[in-house]
């Protein structure tokens, strides 16, 4: 990390362009790239914290979430008032609430998603769901929980989370380019094919998202 001029000029001197490369090209490839080398003993009084650096000065936080208030007071099939139901199979849907729109230069963002889920108990083993972060509308797959081979694994395989109700939780780093980008949690469901009687021609599950938070961070670079 040591950083040495080629060149210095003296007191007085003209200085030409090739010497004032040799004394500045060393220390061109240093911003970003600051070690315990590049400081000196007088900077922890000369920067405040408080005052000379911004709150978000490494990280920005962002959060979002929906909320069943006190998911008390169930519904005769089982479901708050106010969850979220989620009953076609087969595409993603986003969940209510936790979307959010930003504006970036570009750079890596870590996320956080977790949430209740559940089923009513007349059917609560009829069908999965799965969980993923979507982007601009679409799943980013490596942020997701469930599986996402539906062709070749057997009907006895679990592809997504089943059962009267269960926490799931999905995190991961993600890149996103420069621009205007929209993050929100999405769920899918999809008939159990074990239990596929129980289905009217394998349309519907009967689930729904009681509490659902999401927590965004950009990682200033």
């Known amino acids: ?16 362009p090739e010497d004032l490369e040799g004394a500045l090209g060393p220390f061109r490839s240093l911003p970003g790239h600051l070690g315990e080398h590049h400081w000196n003993t007088t900077i922890s009084s000369e920067l405040v914290r408080k005052t000379d650096l911004a709150v978000d000065v490494a990280y920005r936080f962002v959060n979002a979430k929906r909320s069943a208030t006190g998911l008390k007071g169930f519904m005769s ?10 009953q076609r ?50 799943l980013y797959t490596d942020l997701s929980l469930g599986g996402f081979d539906e062709v070749e694994e057997g009907v006895a395989m679990e592809q997504g989370l ?15 380019p420069p621009g205007t980008h929209t993050v929100q949690i999405g769920v899918k469901a999809q008939a159990n094919p074990d ?14 998202i009681g509490y659902a938070e999401m927590l965004i961070v950009e990682i200033i670079a």
């Open 89 to 138: 199979v087969g595409e993603w849907i986003p969940i209510d609430d936790t979307s959010h729109t930003f504006r970036t230069e570009g750079g890596l963002f870590m996320i956080w998603a977790s949430g209740m889920h559940f089923h009513s108990p007349s059917a609560s083993n009829t069908g999965m769901l799965k969980f993923g972060i979507l982007v601009n509308g679409g």
């Open 195 to 208: 239990m596929a009687r129980a289905l009217p021609s394998f349309g519907f599950v009967n689930a729904s």
């Open 77 to 86: 099939d089982g479901f708050h008032s106010s969850a979220q139901r989620v």
């Open 1 to 16: 990390m040591w950083r040495f001029p080629k060149q210095l000029p003296n007191t007085n001197e003209t200085i030409s």
């Open 162 to 176: 089943m059962g009267l109700k269960g926490g799931w939780t999905v995190e991961g780093v993600i890149p996103l």
